[in-house]
């Protein structure tokens, strides 16, 4: 299930950033879709979290939940759109976005490792 998991995360991790950077360039009919497949990414790292915390790996198992649930709150603060920007709160919506892929990683290998 982990490896479902974290094949889920790399690819609509990769759909997320092209989606994301389409959005920005002024596409704005993705943003249902860079959304939607943004929350499957959430979804699938508060999933690896709690696998990874019913295996012991505390810390990577407590900042995969809270990173799934920052990412939606950060992602809805840019909102409304403002296309060809980059306010602060985009720049972190980035690197929340980006951490949570490694993250990704991390609790795939801690899972992995306790098996
Ligand atoms: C529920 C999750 C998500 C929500 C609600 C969300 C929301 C948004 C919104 C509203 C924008 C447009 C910002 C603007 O142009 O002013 C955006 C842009 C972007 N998103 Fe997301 N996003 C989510 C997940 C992700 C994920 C998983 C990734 C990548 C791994 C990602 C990467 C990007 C990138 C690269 C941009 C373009 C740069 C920018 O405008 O900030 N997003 N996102």
């Known amino acids: 299930m982990s490896k479902a998991l974290i094949m889920l995360v790399r690819v609509l991790g990769l759909a997320s950033i092209i989606l994301g950077a389409l959005l920005w360039a002024e ?16 979804i699938a790292i508060f999933v690896l979290s709690v696998i990874a915390l ?7 198992g407590i900042l995969g939940v809270v990173f799934a ?3 939606p709150l950060i992602g809805f603060m840019q909102l409304p759109l403002t296309f060809h920007t980059m306010r602060a709160i985009q720049v ?4 929340v976005a980006l951490s949570i892929i490694g993250l990704g990683e991390r609790l795939y290998s801690a899972i992995r490792s306790a098996s």
């Open 92 to 95: 972190v919506h980035i690197m």
């Open 27 to 42: 596409h704005q009919q993705l943003l249902g879709a860079h959304i939607g497949i943004g929350f499957l990414v959430a």
């Open 69 to 71: 649930f920052l990412l």
């Open 54 to 60: 019913t295996k012991k790996a505390v810390l990577p």
